[in-house]
């Protein structure tokens, strides 16, 4: 048995950011060793990828490289890594919890007669894996049992990519012998999910209007506020449903997860679907004239008050403080 290994994703030639996040978390986990965390950073060609994660706390940096990986695809990455897995025997593979982790890990974890660990919010001693259940109703606790390595995924906003340090690490390169026949699909264009129009997770400050703004006509109100505060906009569902704001902006547990370090949630009730989306935020503000509106469960500052009052009066505050 060989440490904690996270597995880096390229977006458009650079790590993702939800990938910073697993390295955190890998730290987190290695640490109950006394060790740090591996990265892997996988494609045909990937040294600068690899420059890039031998800077951010991690004790080596794994390439694996072939040319039949210059492109993703789920036979491809399952292959490489299986036959990484079975040279290194690792106690602990994580991942960031990605649309291409969530499209093949299933499947490398099977091939190792595994299973995984997905969209995992904590990591406790033991250690324990804990992740949401029942729209965020409820929180499992997992261990790992039996032989063989243990697969996770952490959740986007979870972990605070920010507390991985800064450290040159050594890097080597591993390659696998992948045969082009044991690809059955052929890539076509990357799937970029969100990002062409707003990538929400990586926004510093957002700001989240729900159903309390009563129409699409409002909406300028709520713009107002993002532009006075350089933020971005998302919304609750019904908001996404109307067609008031496109889809990408909404947040919850059928849209995006966000971890800004300000969420100003103005009209939005706190229903959990909503809640699961967004309460990894560093600092939550809420806006709403029901005091008892479960979004204040999870606020550090509320506000009760009418939001056709209160937002207006906040805009121009922020715009006077700037001048
Ligand atoms: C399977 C499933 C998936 C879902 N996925 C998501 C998801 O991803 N994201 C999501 O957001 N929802 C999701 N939902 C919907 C979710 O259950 C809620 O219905 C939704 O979040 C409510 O949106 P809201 O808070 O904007 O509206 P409401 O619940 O109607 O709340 C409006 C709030 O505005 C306040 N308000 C009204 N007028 C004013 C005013 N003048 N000033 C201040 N406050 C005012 C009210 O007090 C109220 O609290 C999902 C539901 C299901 C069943």
Known sequence: MSGVYVV??????????????????ANL???????????????????????????????KVVRIEHPLLAQYTADGFTTALEEFIRAE??????????????????????????VLIGDV????????????????????????????????????????????ESA???????????DAAQIRTKPGEPFRGTAQTVDLGSAQ??????????EADNLPLIQDLAAALGAEIAASRPICDNGWLPIERQVGSSGQTVAPKLY???????????????????????INKDAEAPIFEVADYGIV???????PALTEAIKSARQ
């Open 8 to 25: 880096l994703e390229d977006r458009g030639g650079r790590i993702s950011r939800i990938s910073w996040e697993a390295v955190a978390a």
């Open 89 to 114: 025997s690792p106690d602990y593979f994580v991942f960031p919890h990605s649309y291409q982790v969530r499209d093949y890990v299933p499947a490398l974890a099977a091939r190792l007669g595994r």
């Open 168 to 178: 040159a690490a050594e890097s080597s390169t591993f390659t696998p012998t992948i």
């Open 264 to 286: 100003l949630a103005v009209g939005i009730s706190g229903a959990i679907q909503h809640l699961v989306g967004m309460k990894g935020s560093q600092c939550i503000v809420a």
């Open 29 to 59: 986990l290695a640490a109950q060793s006394g060790a740090k965390a591996n990265a892997v950073v996988i494609g045909a060609q990937t040294e600068a990828l690899a420059k890039e994660a031998a800077t951010k706390g991690v004790a």
């Open 205 to 214: 400050m957002i700001v989240a209007v729900g159903r309390g703004i009563k």
């Open 121 to 164: 919010t904590a990591i406790g001693d033991g250690p324990v894996f804990t992740r949401q259940l029942m729209q965020g109703r409820l929180s499992g606790n997992y261990k790992s049992t039996g032989s063989g390595p243990c697969f996770i995924s952490v959740q986007s906003g979870a972990f605070r990519a920010d507390t991985a």
């Open 305 to 311: 008050g009418d939001l056709f009052e209160v937002v």
